[in-house]
């Protein structure tokens, strides 16, 4: 176990290696599953990489400690990230991986907190995420630990109208314990953001309804984690970061790929993808 | 009868581009979903007159609302869930309160959906639809149906809900079946019970008369694919000709088909009921067989609602005849 200055003293590099791992995992998982979003979750995984293995105050052995950070996944078709996310912090065995979208499985097609250790909030339903974090992060403010609230939102997710909503009275509450990280990939189901409904400016709406907003490659590890320090250190307001990030990124031929937002690789794909995961760690 | 498997929604997809080619007022709007609606058949024939909003539902009904308003015939599609779920509220005061003539048409009902889960999975849909004054509902059970369905909704002046599966679905249905909002049809003939069921559940049905036939039970079997309004005539004659019924549906328990046959029932012909449905749970990840099976979806529960139904009719009846025997005090 780690203590928290341990867990916040890992750098870029050590992150890096650890959402390569969590990608490999990740993909073996879905192949088995034979369904899911690969592209959705590759996109996001670093930024999760980032959250639950330095940034964020969690404790698998106490995981109700109320004191702990929360991560609320908005876009929660990405389930598949926050589950080997999960399951390599601790709140679940790695068998568990293997029953991915299964019947009786704590590993639901969309997260349930009802039955999944380590998830804070039941999503799947775009758009609903940001108010439930803003929930807690209003019910947290007085906390002793002062805990903070983190959503993730896809950019096509920002099309719901409840985002702003949710934008609005995070502001007007001056919540700043809660972040809001956009996975910025500039796709979605039907094709291109920019061509479905476009969400330009995304920083400049975020501080237009009054929140602390700014942008960063969402892959770099450097420049997440100075963002997030960034959200810390920020006392007045909300911060939303607007990650710009690749949908499918670590696997060359997901990358960009509107096709691969919501399937699962086969053999041969999976075999692919490991070797261009492994080959990049010169193994 | 032909065993052709075809795709409900596909057929949604090229029934809009026939409307399309028909009527200049035909327009169509998605959420972010036209590759799973099948709208986007429409979109790439007519792309002037295909909207898609983003992933904005409640912002797809409203503009849906005000196009009827100008003079157009809308039809926006999502899942079930997100169609009807998310802008509920919108589909009362700005679509149906107005008397606006636009068509919700969603794709994904019920648990057959599959690995995606609960959250996607609609089980309240035809529930909160119905509940609305003035709604129309219809839950097809084919191909066929489902083209005729589409294409009396455009026709047809006022709100309408149309659900449709993921899964592709047996046509029992030819060109010359004739469609009209509002009348069932008796797809089986049979005199010991009367089974009432839509959409996909039709085609279970269909396999428990089979089983219950090899036990000598007699059941014929209704589609009632227009759940609101409900052929009410059609409901009390089958009530009164077999003395029992079973309804079947993919959906909660609460607000569906059973409660559509119930209420008929109630106020025409009350004999034993039993009713087939999700008992008041949320959906799952897995399988759409497993899931049906899960659920109790099945041709096997069926036939078990049956036989409670025609115990129960027995039941009564025996009691009736005691009731004329006694001699009175
Ligand atoms: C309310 C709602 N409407 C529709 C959907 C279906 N849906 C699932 S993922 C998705 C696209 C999401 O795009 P984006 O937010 O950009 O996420 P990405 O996968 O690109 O990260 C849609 C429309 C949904 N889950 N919820
Ligand atoms: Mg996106």
Redesign the pocket.
Known sequence: MLTDQQRRSRGPQELAEIARDLRIAMLKMLHKAGSG?TG?SL?CIDIITALYFSEMRHYPFDAEWTGRDRFVLS?G??APALYVALQRAGYISEQTLDQLRQLESVLQGHPDSRRCPGVEAST????QGLSVAHGMALALRDHPEQPRVYALL????LQ?GQIWEAAMSAAHYHSANLCAIV?H?G???DGV?AEIMSVEPVDEKFRAFGWHALTIDGHDFAQILQALEAAQNCTDRPTAIVAKTI?GKGVSFCENSVAW?GKAPNAAELSAALAELTGSRGE | MSSRILSTRAEYGQTLVRLGERSRDIVVLD???SGSTCTNAFAKRFPERFFNMG?S?QDMICTAAGMSLAGKIPFAS??AI?ATG?CWEQIRNAVALPGCNVNIVATHGGVTVGKDGASHQALEDVAIMRAIPTMTVIVPCDAVETRKAIEAAAWYDGPVYIRLTRENLPVIYDEASPFRIGVGSIVRAGDDLTIFAVGLMLHIAREAADLLQREGISARIANVSTLKPIDASLVASCAEETGCAVTAEEHNITGGLGDAVGEVLLKTHPVPMERVAVNDAFGRSGDPKDLLRYFDLTPEAIVQASKRAIERKHALAARAKDRKHATPA
């Open positions: 979003h959705s996109s876009k078709h990405a799947g339903s775009l758009g896809g950019d096509g997710e719901e996975d990939n796709l979605q189901i953001v949908k937002h | 959420a972010d979903l992933i539902e999502s899942f997100f998310r």
